[in-house]
């Protein structure tokens, strides 16, 4: 459900309405697709990453990255397809892409969704039943079998009947060759989805990158996110070395980077954590800059972060041994928070400001 949460939440932080402002004939959300120009920047700004679509739903992967390099969309109808494609089991790699490449068929053209299959053989003149069991079998990924004709009660394979209304082979041995396949009412709600949150990333880039980071990422650091460009790209090079052998967090962190790394490209900054401003959990947008969440500390958790609103609401902190007595946050926590600077001058002990009082 992360993304109608994304959705709604960018709703309030813009004070839009989806289904009034957002088109989808919008020339710049489609040209996310092909390059990221539309965003102010280029592949080299992103490490050579050729889309855009970083960070959206389903189209912002690396797999689906250069399934858009490969079959260069340019209609909605083609992000539907490659959702199909991208959702279903041996339909795109050593099939449709291959297909492709060889120049026998296009996005267009290609087996994508199992309605595509129906609606062809239809088209072909193969009578609806039998197309719609031909779809069937091939989407459940048993292949071309046999079936009874209605009339004469004989034998008949699936194919040979594909044949004799002219269906191409390749498109026969594309069907042998798929194990699952994605209903194409699916593939264009997770496309409708992609593009009003890619309408958002274009025209709305602070709220896109605050609901990103407060929703969807996974592994985010303000200790080396959020200290500028420099420090990020040092930290994103040194996880890269790793390769294969990266952690899942570790490639977590490296997803989370490259939205930060695509942030900083655009002129985006973030500002730094204020304790008594900062939410828990929630990016917050502030004389246009983003404040980070408390939960974004390294070991600061979800409960961490709240007890320390909630302890900020109560009044000032007088000292880093107040702050941790009434926060419960652990002293290494503490210490991290203190050489990130969030403490800003508060003492160590309150026992000054005590004797201060008195004298």
């Known amino acids: 459900h992360d993304d109608p949460t994304m959705i709604r939440r960018l709703e309030k932080l813009t004070n839009t309405n989806v289904q009034k402002d957002v088109h989808f004939d919008d020339k710049k959300i489609l040209s996310l697709f092909l390059s990221p120009e539309a965003l102010g920047i280029t592949s080299d700004d992103i490490d050579g990453c050729p889309t855009g679509t970083l960070g959206l739903p389903e189209l912002g992967t690396d797999f689906v990255i250069q399934m858009l390099v490969d079959t260069k969309p340019t209609k909605i109808a083609d992000l539907v397809r490659i959702a199909g494609l991208s959702h279903g089991t041996d339909v795109w790699l050593g099939n449709a892409q291959q297909l492709i490449a060889e120049g026998k068929c296009t996005i267009s053209s290609a087996i994508c969704t199992r309605d595509d299959i129906m609606v062809y053989l239809m088209d072909k003149g193969i009578e609806p039943q039998v197309s719609f069991d031909i779809m069937e079998h091939v989407r459940k990924g048993r292949g071309l079998l046999t079936y009874k004709d209605k009339e004469t009660g ?160 109560q009044g000032k902190f007088l000292s880093k041994d107040d ?35 008195v004298i």
Request: net charge neutral; glycine share 4%; hydrophobic share 45%.
């Open 154 to 313: 004989e034998e008949r394979q699936e194919e040979d009947v594909m044949r004799e209304h002219n269906v191409p082979e390749w498109y026969i041995w594309s069907c042998k060759k798929i194990k699952y396949m994605f209903p194409k009412a699916h593939a264009a709600a997770y496309v409708m989805m992609a593009w009003r949150i890619a309408w958002f990333k274009v025209f709305k880039p602070l709220a896109y990158y605050a609901a990103f980071f407060s929703i969807r990422a996974t592994a985010f650091s303000y200790e080396t996110m959020c200290m500028g460009r420099d420090r990020l790209d040092f930290y994103l090079a040194e996880l890269r070395k790793k390769g294969d052998a990266a952690s899942k967090k570790e490639q977590d962190t490296i997803k989370d980077m490259r939205i930060v790394q695509e942030m900083y490209a655009r002129g985006l900054e973030f500002m730094p954590i204020d304790l008594y401003r900062a939410k828990a959990n929630r990016f917050q947008i502030i004389d246009g800059k983003l404040m980070p969440a408390l939960n974004c500390i390294d070991g600061m958790g979800d409960k961490a972060a709240e007890a320390v609103v909630d302890a900020a609401k």
């Open 323 to 357: 702050f941790r007595d009434r926060t419960k946050v652990s002293k290494t926590v503490i210490d991290l928070m203190d050489d990130l600077g969030i403490f800003g001058d508060i003492p160590q002990s309150n026992q000054f400001s005590l004797f201060d009082g």
